[in-house]
């Protein structure tokens, strides 16, 4: 995953993140009666609550602060930045959302530096709001998909006309494993945010394998209950890479023992590892841009 693959990043303007709306969430939910009520919900957490906080954090991370503007300029990404990033993307200003990410992108970090250290974070962030009810689902929904729609700008895959199409993910529980719940969880986020998703609860190897074969998937993300499955994993992502209908499959795997130890995900051969339900949506993308933007993907689409 080298940075080269985040070197080009388009114009940012209106019409481009206009047209990101139907690609990263799922249509009923911005059909839904109550979408009004929650933004005036929201703002009065974001000012009652979440800014305070931030303020007070700020403060004595950095005594005697000057603006958080100015602190944003010479900082790389914190704590500060992250609970700033989940506030702007609960709100509906996508704009402010792109200029904070520039601001700290046209200071020379990479964007593979900003994913690992602030978009990923901020998922993660909005996934604890949820936990202990500072949000709801739909909440969290809209702004992970906020956080999608920064990806796909600054990597340049929102360009690809099959966006829609090509965005899809097998998920699996391990074979030989008994937790459900990670995976449904991450499966009813995944449909949320606008992804196609195909989930096996029961499957062997070789029929996850199969199933890759048989459909293009972008990603397949696999979960492990325990440190027992680790064998079982690693024989599933090699048959999957091995037969996939798509020679570039990004796989991220999830589960107690990645969140212990991160570094266990190449270990077993995958390319990524997320720790919420949240943050497995931006990391899917995340390997859905590095895939398109390495092959050349949008290009190839564009000449056929």
Request: net charge negative.
């Amino acid at each position: 995953m080298g940075r080269a693959a985040f070197a080009v990043t388009p114009p940012i303007d209106q019409v481009s993140l206009h047209e990101l709306e139907t690609h990263f969430i799922a249509p009923e939910i911005y059909r839904r009666d109550d979408l009004a009520m929650r933004q005036r919900k929201l703002a009065q957490l974001i000012t009652s609550s979440i800014i305070p906080q931030l303020l007070r954090l700020h403060t004595d991370v950095v005594p005697d602060a000057p603006p958080v503007d100015v602190v944003v300029k010479a900082l790389a990404p914190d704590s500060a930045d992250i609970t700033g990033l989940a506030v702007i993307v609960l709100g509906s200003d996508l704009e402010a959302a792109v200029s904070y990410v520039m601001v700290l992108r046209d200071r020379g970090l990479s964007m593979e530096t900003l994913f690992i250290e602030l978009l990923e974070p901020t998922a993660r962030h909005l996934g604890k709001m949820w936990d202990h009810d500072e949000c709801d689902f739909i909440d969290v929904t809209l702004g992970v998909a906020r956080l999608q729609k920064l990806l796909a700008v600054f990597n340049n895959s929102h360009t690809a006309p099959m966006l829609d199409s090509r965005r899809s993910v097998l998920m699996a529980m391990t074979p030989g494993d008994q937790h459900y719940f990670g995976v449904t969880m991450v499966e009813r986020f995944l449909l949320a945010s606008g992804w196609k998703v195909q989930t096996e609860t029961a499957a062997t190897a070789q029929e996850l394998a199969s199933a890759a074969k048989g459909r293009w998937f972008a990603v397949a993300g696999l979960t492990a209950g325990s440190a027992q499955m680790m064998e079982s994993l690693m024989t599933t992502i090699k048959l999957i890479r091995e037969q996939s209908l798509n020679p570039d499959i990004g796989i991220m795997v999830g589960g107690p023992v990645f969140t212990a130890n991160p570094a266990l995900a190449a270990e077993v051969g995958a390319d990524a590892t997320a720790s919420t339900a949240p943050a497995a949506v931006l990391v899917a993308q995340k390997l859905f841009d590095v895939a398109s933007v390495q092959r050349g993907f949008c290009q190839s689409v564009d000449d056929d």
